[in-house]
């Protein structure tokens, strides 16, 4: 929140998907006025249920609409956790991610500058590595993304910094390491899922035969890919200290007017941990299934997430793997379709 009494209106892009409901959460506790603005076509309204919130259902490819929302809502600043997330997908559909990732961000921020909007949160992403060179990452750390995905958050954080140059825009990027987990109403539900821990659960839920172990020959500990796992709602969190933080960015000489926080637990699970852990937590057996390495994955990617603590006082709440999948457990036994009814 900003000092003044007002609330701060905040306009968030994606805010009826996985991350973005959880952020609009976060904001709405900390007292903030949020307005979403999403096409639905990866989230859902459901995901709003129960939320003070107005939804305008937009596309940020139309930059009349993105202007027409910001000046509607008098907006102070965004939050932007729209855009297509699959790695894989990025690697076979180039141009879906650069348009939807790249363009339409600049859409975003051309809007921004137009409605003199002047701060912003980015939703980026630890691909924006690639490959690291050491464990922990951190925010120094070399950008060198293996992935289209990647690429595009990396050219999105790039825009950015240049914006600021040319037009004073105060923007935080926040990269982050695996989200998991959930909140009583509000859970993982990808069309279609591809992320570790709900593809478990589903396992346990009887919808798939086994989960599939990508590469059991990694230099880890026990040969399986080892991942920084942070939950949603501790996500949502850093995105209030993070937009608190945007006010006093550029308010010296010497203060950057952007800046990158890696946001993860800091400890590392492989995919056989993971496994095991859903094992304990919802009592099946889970079977799995070994296959071959995908390519592109790196065998540790693991967040130094000191940065955030240090400068926006954010710490995991949820640190430890049980309490991150039992959450998501609870969700999906209670909602084994996600959201559809």
């Known amino acids: 929140m900003s000092s003044s009494d007002r609330q701060e209106r905040v306009l968030v892009t994606g805010g009826a998907g996985y991350v973005g409901s959880a952020v609009v959460e976060a904001l709405l506790t900390a007292g903030c006025q949020v307005t979403v603005f999403d096409n639905l076509t990866t989230g859902y309204r459901a995901a709003l249920d129960g939320l003070a919130v107005d939804l305008i259902e937009g ?12 000046r509607d809502v008098k907006a102070d600043a965004v939050v932007h956790t729209a855009g297509s997330i699959e790695a894989g997908e ?17 859409n975003l921020l051309d809007a921004m500058v137009a409605r003199g909007v002047g701060r912003l949160v980015f939703s980026s992403s630890a691909g924006v590595y690639g490959v690291p060179r050491r464990t922990p990452i951190d925010e120094d750390d070399p950008t060198a993304p293996v992935n289209c995905y990647g690429e595009t958050k990396l050219a999105v954080e790039r825009a950015a910094a240049w914006y600021r140059v040319a037009h004073g825009l105060q923007a935080i990027f926040l990269r982050y390491f695996n989200a ?31 989960i599939s ?16 796992y942070v939950h949603v709602a501790d996500l949502g969190q850093a995105h209030v200290l993070a937009l608190a933080a945007t006010t006093d960015l550029g308010r010296t000489p010497e203060a950057p007017r952007h800046r990158a926080y890696n946001l993860g637990n800091g400890a590392g699970f492989s995919v056989r941990k993971v496994v095991e852990t859903a094992r304990r937590v ?13 390519p592109g994955d790196p065998p540790f990617l693991v967040a130094s997430s000191a940065r955030a603590a240090r400068e926006l006082g954010w710490l995991p709440r949820y640190a430890d793997l049980d309490s ?9 036994r209670t909602h084994p379709n996600g959201y559809d009814r």
């Open 90 to 106: 990025s690697m076979t559909d180039p141009g879906k991610y650069y348009r939807n990732n790249v363009v339409n961000s600049l």
């Open 324 to 332: 991150i999948v039992a959450t998501a457990w609870d969700w999906h």
């Open 59 to 70: 596309d940020l490819a139309d930059r009349a609409a993105i202007e027409a929302a910001l």
């Open 213 to 228: 172990i990508y590469g059991t020959d990694y230099p880890t500990p026990d040969g399986s890919c080892v991942r920084d």
């Open 282 to 294: 919802t009592g099946h057996p889970i079977p799995a299934a070994e296959v071959a390495r995908r």
């Open 180 to 210: 998991a987990g959930a909140s009583a109403s509000r859970g993982e539900a990808h069309r279609p899922e591809s992320h570790l821990i709900p593809l478990v659960l589903q396992v346990a839920l009887g919808k798939r035969d086994a």
